[in-house]
């Protein structure tokens, strides 16, 4: 007798939707729980090439913790796509600018760098304030601290 492994498929997910509180928490270890969750991995249907995840909303980006000195030492590089146009920023100067790219950054970091995780993370949503759009969803609040 055979025994076959079961392979989830996108209509087998049940996206749930969560809201996670960014106010205090540290970012590398907030962020490394929102990609787990984004990627489906404590779903029992897990399946690595299949999006089984569900869908995250950040409120309070903007009052992210660093720990030690990475406000000033924590650099963030991208190209403008001309000769010589490499920019970069600090993070503490991307918090006062873009608080919400912080996360969108680290959480990105932390999926695969294919379509796979670019469509996981169209379903992060991240906001610098209290307020997002998206309470028809019922988001259930996740504690990460």
């Not at 399946?47 to 569900?54: E, K, Q, S």
């Not at 991208?78 to 790219?101: C, D, F, N, Q, R």
């Amino acid at each position: 007798m055979k025994k076959y492994t079961y392979s989830a498929k996108k209509t087998d997910n049940k996206n749930r939707w969560y809201l996670v509180d960014a106010e205090g928490a540290v970012l590398g270890r907030m962020a490394s729980e929102i990609a787990s969750r984004l990627r489906g991995k404590r779903n029992p249907l897990y399946t690595p090439h299949v999006d089984t995840g569900d869908s995250i909303v950040v409120i309070n980006a903007d009052k992210i913790v660093l720990t030690g000195r990475k406000w000033d030492q924590k650099v963030y590089y991208h190209h403008t796509g001309y000769v010589g146009g490499i920019k970069s920023i600090t993070a503490k100067k991307l918090l006062e600018k873009k608080p919400e790219e912080l996360v969108i950054h680290a959480v990105r970091g932390m999926l695969p760098k294919n379509r796979l995780g670019r469509s996981l993370l169209k379903k992060l949503k991240v906001y610098a304030g209290p307020d997002h759009p998206h309470t028809a969803q019922k988001p259930e609040i996740l504690d990460i601290k």
